[in-house]
């Protein structure tokens, strides 16, 4: 008897671990702007990325969306995957920090001259593996800071990507960027790396290149050509 009550709770144990690990995957649905903790902006609309625990998935797919996340949350992963989408904004407001565990991901078509924006005051602490698409780019807004956090890999696996960055970008210990195939850094704001790898890999012209216009802060990094 005894065995036999034990399986079904090993079983319920088991799965109840599963379960409590997965995320939801939310897709954008707000239209041209609107707030990132209103449920209602999402699908499925019983919450919003962040308010099912730090396993959530955020996906956004509507070009020029504007979506202002004034409170604090972690989720895992940030994507942006429509090769027709583009100019995708993530608008801080009251020094908000969003934490992404597994990085993020982004397209945009050829023609777009920005693929996912950071903006406002506040901060992203980006983890994990992230990834820029063909001919993608990421821009960080004057007053906003994003942080590639210990371990994190960021990357350009195809030709003609960019980052330009306005505000703080931050590469921190053990993180990583490689910059592959003609693509750039651009920096009028204030870039730093602290113990950090910087990879410039692939050829073609323009090469690839750190742009520095501005205050570029080193505390120690490694580069490979």
């Known amino acids: 008897m005894k065995i036999r009550l ?15 690990q997965a995320g939801t995957t939310y897709t954008w649905n707000g239209g041209a702007s609107g707030n990132w903790t209103t449920a209602s902006n999402w699908s499925p609309s019983t919450g919003y990325p962040g308010s099912s ?35 995708v904004k993530v608008q801080f407001s009251g020094s908000a920090v969003l934490t992404v565990n597994s990085g993020l991901t982004t397209a945009q078509p050829s023609s777009a001259s920005n693929g996912i924006i950071f903006s406002g005051t506040g901060t992203a602490n980006i983890g994990g593996s992230s ?16 942080n ?6 960021f990357s350009f696996p195809n030709n003609h990507s960019g980052i330009t960055n306005a505000g703080a970008l931050n590469f921190l210990t053990g993180s990583s960027l490689t910059l592959q195939d003609q693509s750039q850094l651009t920096n009028t704001g204030t870039l730093t ?27 120690g990094y490694t580069i490979n050509i």
Request: hydrophobic residues 40%.
């Open 193 to 219: 790396t602290t113990k950090a790898t910087i990879t410039f890999s692939g050829n073609g012209s323009p090469a690839n290149t750190i742009d520095n216009q501005a205050t570029y802060m080193d505390h």
């Open 6 to 20: 034990l399986f079904p709770f090993l079983i319920a144990l088991i799965f109840g671990a599963q379960w409590a």
């Open 53 to 87: 625990g730090t396993t959530d998935i955020a996906r956004i797919n509507t070009s020029n969306a504007v979506i202002t996340l004034s409170a604090s949350l972690t989720i895992a992963s940030l994507q942006s995957t429509n090769y027709g989408v583009s100019g």
């Open 131 to 146: 990834q820029l698409g063909y001919q993608s780019s990421m821009s960080i807004l004057s007053g906003a800071t994003v």
């Open 148 to 153: 590639f956090i210990a371990s994190s890999t």
